[in-house]
């Protein structure tokens, strides 16, 4: 493993990085965002996906290629209503949204002034702020130090009981030693000195319940916003306590256009991002252990295809280890690849089986030891005992 650290023009690579970039080979690392560093929490210990995700793999475009693409994400009506809904809860300034802040943080808010961090022009505020708008071609650098100047500002304005809200901040996150720029469509606001994340989302809430699974994947992708906004003050010379852990999530009410809100403490799904961030920072272990030839090269023919073949990159794939569970159809564009391959484990039955099942990986193995066709191994005694009753109780319901 190489360890050696080197200068390319301004960048400082290390051998990780050149054991990550023959890992993803002749094409340009797919960059991460906010719901793909937020998809990292949903499989921690899976050191297949740890590895392309830091070797910046387009798994997308590498499941494709293996015959087993992914199949998520929003349909189309889904993605323009979201905007719609967007666009509504923040015009005009941010009546709505500030009528929304009143009801939730319980306080009288006079006065907000909203700022759009992606043209500069504040849209209430009664004197424009001192900032220089870069024109449409400047980088996400320009942009994230415009975001941070103007955030750090407001972070040392002494504390009011106005808001002051800032739409389209662009933070930066380092994943696995990479630089991201996140460009949320959300809204940071600072009242009495703390920054809010608002995180706006399509899903309805129905009679006061909204689906958990979409309410927990809303939280996770706020927690992302907080910790870079965290990070972004830090770099300031703030303190990242200024940005508080509750977010305001905002959902439409029952089938109607109607905003509600809806304020969600993201303290746990913040420590669990930020273990997973120093654990993909800590990847040089996981590819210490990899064959010095092993890469996941998606380099393109003259017509646009992998030149590599499909059978040679499942080859590859299968050469680091997966864990696979239900959960990955929900967030790892592998997913069906890796189902297809857990086929017949215990582990692609769900985290709880495995769990319960402890040290029975196979289902041949789990069906013979409820039917008494096996006797148990070492440590199978407990599982084998409660497979049996489970079948006892499974053939007496039947008959
Ligand atoms: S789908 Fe495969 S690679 Fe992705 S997290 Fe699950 S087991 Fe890991």
């Known amino acids: 493993m190489p360890d050696s650290t080197e200068f390319a023009g301004t960048e400082r690579v290390t051998g990780v990085d050149r ?7 002749a094409v340009a690392p797919r960059r991460h965002n906010a719901r793909t560093i937020a998809a990292l929490t949903g499989n921690p210990g899976c050191h297949r996906r740890a590895v392309l995700d830091a070797a910046g793999v387009d798994k997308p475009r590498l499941a494709e290629h293996i015959g087993f ?13 979201g905007n719609a809904f967007e ?19 319980g306080r009288p808010i006079p006065y907000a002034a909203f700022t759009d961090l992606d043209d500069d022009q504040p849209a209430s505020t009664p004197e424009p702020a001192a900032t220089t708008d870069t024109g449409p071609d400047e980088s996400n ?16 304005e002494p504390a009011s009981g106005d808001a002051v809200i800032f739409d389209h901040p662009l933070l930066r996150l380092r994943v696995a030693g990479q630089p991201v720029y996140l460009e949320p469509d959300l809204i940071a ?35 992302v916003y907080v910790l870079a906004m965290r990070q972004l003050l830090t770099d300031a010379g703030h303190d990242p306590e200024i940005v508080s852990h509750d977010v305001l999530l905002v959902c439409p009410r029952d089938f109607t256009n109607e905003p509600v809100a809806a304020l969600v403490d993201v303290r746990k799904q913040l420590s669990t991002l930020r273990r997973q961030l ?18 996941f090269d998606l380099a393109p023919d003259r017509d646009g295809r992998p030149t590599r073949s499909p059978a040679a990159l499942t080859t590859a794939l299968d050469v680091v280890e997966a864990r696979y569970a239900p959960e990955c ?24 089986v495995r769990e319960e099942l402890g040290g029975v990986e196979q289902v041949p193995t789990v069906l013979a030891l409820a039917n008494g066709e ?3 191994a070492e440590g199978q005694a407990e599982a084998a005992a409660l497979l049996q009753a489970a079948a006892r109780l499974r053939a007496e319901a039947l008959s």
């Open 141 to 156: 650098e320009q942009r994230y130090e415009r975001s941070q100047r103007l955030l750090s500002a407001a972070a040392r």
């Open 69 to 81: 693409p992914a199949r998520f994400g929003q349909s189309r009506f889904a993605i323009t209503r």
């Open 19 to 25: 054991w990550l970039q023959r890992l993803r080979g």
């Open 278 to 295: 120093t654990r993909m920072a800590r990847v040089e272990e996981l590819v210490a252990a990899l064959p010095p030839d092993l890469t």
């Open 329 to 352: 159809l929900a967030s790892c564009e592998l997913a069906f690849y890796c189902r297809h391959e857990a086929r017949g484990h215990t582990g692609a039955l769900g985290r709880s």
């Open 374 to 376: 096996l006797a148990p």
């Open 87 to 105: 666009a509504q809860v923040k015009a005009d300034g941010g009546v709505e949204l500030l009528r929304l802040l009143r009801e939730r943080l």
């Open 189 to 223: 606001f600072r009242v009495d000195g703390r920054f809010h994340v608002v995180e706006i989302k399509s899903f309805p809430v129905i009679d006061g319940q909204a689906d958990p699974s979409k309410v927990s994947a809303a939280a996770i992708q706020a927690a």
